[in-house]
């Protein structure tokens, strides 16, 4: 998805096995900056990371608000909602 007005809430697979939760309104162009090491702190240190989902959201309020919400996911929870994905 390049660059547009709308957002999505993305979660990658880090190499510790852990999993990160972000937004963008260029989701491939974010993944290679978190692979770059200049992406978020937390993934900085847990190269590479490798997209296992990513949700179209709408706006940029919209997309932080359903990243707040899979943030209190637990991991199994992040695990059904990527492994459910069409």
């Given at each position: 998805m390049s660059k547009t007005n709308s957002?999505?809430?993305?979660?990658?697979?880090c190499v510790d096995g852990s999993y990160y939760t972000g937004?963008?309104?260029?989701?491939?162009?974010?993944i290679a900056t978190h692979n770059a090491g200049k992406g978020a702190k937390y993934t900085k240190i847990r190269r590479p990371v490798k997209l296992?989902?990513?949700?179209?959201?709408?706006?940029r309020s919209q997309?932080?608000?359903r990243e707040w919400q899979i943030k209190h996911y637990t991991r199994a929870q992040k695990i059904k909602l990527f492994?459910?994905?069409p």
């Amino acid at each position: 998805m390049s660059k547009t007005n709308s957002y999505s809430v993305y979660i990658v697979h880090c190499v510790d096995g852990s999993y990160y939760t972000g937004i963008s309104n260029n989701v491939p162009a974010r993944i290679a900056t978190h692979n770059a090491g200049k992406g978020a702190k937390y993934t900085k240190i847990r190269r590479p990371v490798k997209l296992v989902y990513q949700e179209l959201v709408g706006d940029r309020s919209q997309a932080s608000k359903r990243e707040w919400q899979i943030k209190h996911y637990t991991r199994a929870q992040k695990i059904k909602l990527f492994h459910l994905k069409p």
